[in-house]
């Protein structure tokens, strides 16, 4: 069974630096779309940034300039540098990992991001 397990989340000041990390057992990130979503209360969860094999990462626009994604092969995790935090970046951030084309999509169990103004 496929299991994504998050870390890297915690308490930080605006204008710090935060790194998730997801690891995976049983799914290859080098296949497929690797991602980082958010949620607050209330609200749907969004993409943050994603990335595809070797292709160029997609980021939201309100993300652009301060995270960046970047996939390790050799460790098979996906990590989310987040330079700059904003209190607006709050949220339970979720690894996701799709691949389309056998119909698998796989979600971490999430990690709580808490930017104090």
């Known amino acids: 069974q496929v299991q994504l397990v998050e870390s890297g989340g915690g308490l930080v000041e605006a204008g710090g630096s935060l790194k998730l990390s997801c690891s995976s057992s049983g799914s290859a990130f080098s296949i497929g779309t690797v991602g980082w979503y958010r949620q607050t209360p209330g609200k749907q969860r969004e993409l943050v940034a994603a990335i595809s094999g070797r292709g160029t990462p997609n980021y939201a626009d309100s993300v652009k300039g301060r995270f960046t994604i970047s996939v390790d092969g050799t460790k098979n995790s996906v990590n989310l540098q987040m330079n700059s935090l904003k209190p607006e970046d709050t949220a339970v951030y979720y690894c996701?990992?799709?691949?389309?084309?056998?119909?698998?999509?796989?979600w971490g169990q999430g990690t709580q991001v808490t930017v104090s103004s």
């Open positions: 996701n990992h799709e691949i389309k084309w056998v119909g698998q999509n796989y």
